[in-house]
Every structure is written in structure tokens, then in C-alpha cells.
């Protein structure tokens, strides 16, 4: 991970806080004030909003498709432009996510960039987020 981007999550739990790593989730989806991290071994609930994570992601690795989702870019399969302007979004869990046709020029210049090249970004230090942007609680089973 780019340094300045937070690299990992603190999910309060009754048995303490849990660290999500930001290589373990594979998208993220909006609900409500919280946001559920989707991750290779299951969901996390975590009080945040999805403005606010999108500016604590690295942009190399997580992608807004949505005003409800963001990827992270090393989990998606395929992706294939619809007529709609809209893009279809496979995950490396058989998801799929259809993108904010909102989101159609944004996720074709990334695309485009991706093509092109590394993005340079200035270095700093690597952080965390403890507790979230606000307080967890837990996903119902």
C-alpha cells in the first residue's frame, strides 16, 4: 500500500477492537451512517461514510463506482462497459456491481490511466484508523 492511506481498520467488538486490514476487503457498500466492509472472510460493520473512507483509500488499489460502492481494484475480475453508461462489475466473489452512470467518466479516465502507467503521489506516513469515524457495532449473524 502507498504511504499517506490508512492500512487497516479497528472494528470494535464486545471482545475487544479487531483489525481489518485494507488488503483484506474486497468492496465496500454503504448502509446508512455505517458502511460493511466485504472481506475474505466475511462482513464488518464499521460507523464511517463512504465520502469519508473514500478519502482514506488508496486510490491505487480502491475504486468509487457508486454512490454505494467502492472496489478494491485487486479483487475485480472483470469489468465491461454496458450501453447504459454504466460498467459491470465482477468481483473475485462472483458480486456483481453496476456502476453510477455518474461514476462513468471518472471509472473510463482511471481506466485510461491505468494503461498509461504508475501514479506518482507524494510519501507519508502510513496510518490507521482506530474505532472508526465514529462508533461500531457488530453485524447481526
Given amino acids: 500500500m502507498n504511504k499517506g492511506y490508512v492500512e487497516s481498520f479497528g472494528i470494535k467488538k464486545k471482545t475487544g477492537v479487531t483489525r481489518v486490514p485494507v488488503d483484506m476487503v474486497r468492496w465496500i457498500e454503504a448502509a446508512g451512517n455505517y458502511v460493511v466492509f466485504h472481506t475474505q472472510t466475511g462482513r464488518e460493520l464499521y460507523r464511517s461514510t463512504m465520502n469519508a473512507l473514500a478519502e482514506v483509500l488508496d486510490p491505487a488499489f480502491f475504486l468509487r463506482v457508486h454512490r454505494s ?13 454496458q450501453n447504459n453508461n454504466t460498467y459491470r462489475i465482477e468481483m473475485s466473489d462472483g458480486q456483481v456491481i453496476v456502476s453510477g452512470r ?3 467518466q471518472f471509472i473510463g479516465d482511471r481506466l485510461a490511466q491505468e494503461r498509461a502507467g504508475p501514479v506518482h503521489r ?11 469515524l465514529g462508533s461500531q457495532r457488530a453485524l447481526p449473524e
Fill in 69 to 81: 460502492y467502492i472496489v478494491n481494484r485487486r479483487e475485480v475480475r472483470t469489468i465491461e462497459y
Fill in 102 to 104: 455518474s461514476y462513468k
Fill in 122 to 132: 507524494l510519501a507519508t506516513a502510513p496510518r490507521s484508523l482506530e474505532h472508526g
